[in-house]
Structure formats: structure tokens, C-alpha cells
């Protein structure tokens, strides 16, 4: 396991909804990063090209981009739980996530590989399950906030 400094220097850590977030403001290149993301996700995810995704495409998205949990969950644990990201993540209450709630999502999720393994580990934490990833992995703290899903 990672030492606190460790933890302190990746600067993650878990918001009260479950979500990482960056504890420093995001850099202007995480930013870009993010926005570019998010762009090619909704081109490659959104099937029907109204410019949303839908809880099925969001699951497929979800679903390669976060592997590792979706390998160690049923599906009924996976369907939950994408149900749990898309309504903590749809800002504006319409059941779809427009580029802007994804973009949101690339910045505190997406946005490198650090976070990512980091909302992959807090998410398995948060299950009960052992991360498979190696002890310098980046982690984030899950123990004590709200469920990222709530699958049982």
C-alpha cells in the first residue's frame, strides 16, 4: 500500500460524491487534455450522434476505459453502477450525459492514467475487492465517503 505522502503527492483524493477530484486546480494541460478526451469519446461512444450518452453508451464507454472494475463485477453490480456514475455525473437532471458532463468526468477521471487507476482502485475499495494493481500504484482514499457505486 501506498505511503500517505505517497497519496498526498498524487494529489487525489475523494470527493463527499465518490469522485476523485484533484486536490491542486487542474493544470491548463489537463484541462486541454480533458476537453480533447471528451471529444473523442462523444465521437466514438455517442451512436446515435444527438451529441448525449445514453446509459448504455456511457456503460460501454465505462466498460473500456475502466477495465478493471468492470472485470471484477457482475453484471448486475456493473449495471448499477453505471447507473450510479451517470446520475452523480448529469449535472443537469436530463438521464444523459451532454460533452460537458463528460468533460467534467476526463478532468477528474480521465484525464491520464493516474487518475484513472485511481478511480478504478477507490471504486474496488469501495467493494470490497483487492485492486490487481502494483503497491506504487496511485491511490485514493475511499474508506470513509459515499459509495462511487453502489453495487452490492
Known amino acids: 500500500m501506498p505511503s500517505p505522502a505517497h497519496l498526498r503527492s498524487s494529489?487525489?483524493?475523494?470527493?463527499?460524491?465518490?469522485?476523485?477530484?484533484?486536490?491542486?486546480?487542474?493544470?491548463?494541460?489537463?484541462?486541454?487534455?480533458?476537453?480533447?478526451?471528451?471529444?473523442?469519446?462523444?465521437?466514438?461512444?455517442?451512436?446515435?450522434?444527438?451529441?448525449?450518452?445514453?446509459?448504455?453508451?456511457?456503460?460501454?464507454?465505462?466498460?473500456?476505459?475502466?477495465?478493471?472494475?468492470?472485470?471484477?463485477?457482475?453484471?448486475?453490480?456493473?449495471?448499477?453502477?453505471?447507473?450510479?456514475?451517470?446520475?452523480?455525473?448529469?449535472?443537469?437532471g436530463d438521464g444523459h450525459w451532454n460533452l460537458d458532463e463528460l468533460d467534467r468526468f476526463c478532468q477528474l477521471c480521465l484525464a491520464s492514467e493516474r487518475q484513472r487507476n485511481a478511480y478504478e482502485i477507490m471504486v474496488l475499495q469501495q467493494l470490497g475487492k483487492k485492486p490487481p494493481l502494483a503497491p506504487t500504484s496511485p491511490l485514493a482514499r475511499g474508506s470513509n465517503t459515499d459509495e462511487a457505486c453502489d453495487a452490492d
Open 11 to 92: 494529489g487525489l483524493q475523494v470527493s463527499t460524491d465518490g469522485s476523485p477530484y484533484m486536490e491542486r486546480p487542474p493544470t491548463p494541460r489537463t484541462k486541454e487534455r480533458a476537453q480533447h478526451l471528451a471529444a473523442k469519446l462523444m465521437a466514438r461512444y455517442n451512436a446515435d450522434g444527438h451529441g448525449m450518452l445514453t446509459k448504455e453508451e456511457l456503460s460501454a464507454l465505462l466498460r473500456d476505459h475502466l477495465m478493471l472494475v468492470a472485470a471484477e463485477l457482475t453484471e448486475s453490480q456493473w449495471e448499477k453502477c453505471v447507473a450510479n456514475v451517470l446520475q452523480r455525473g448529469d449535472r443537469d
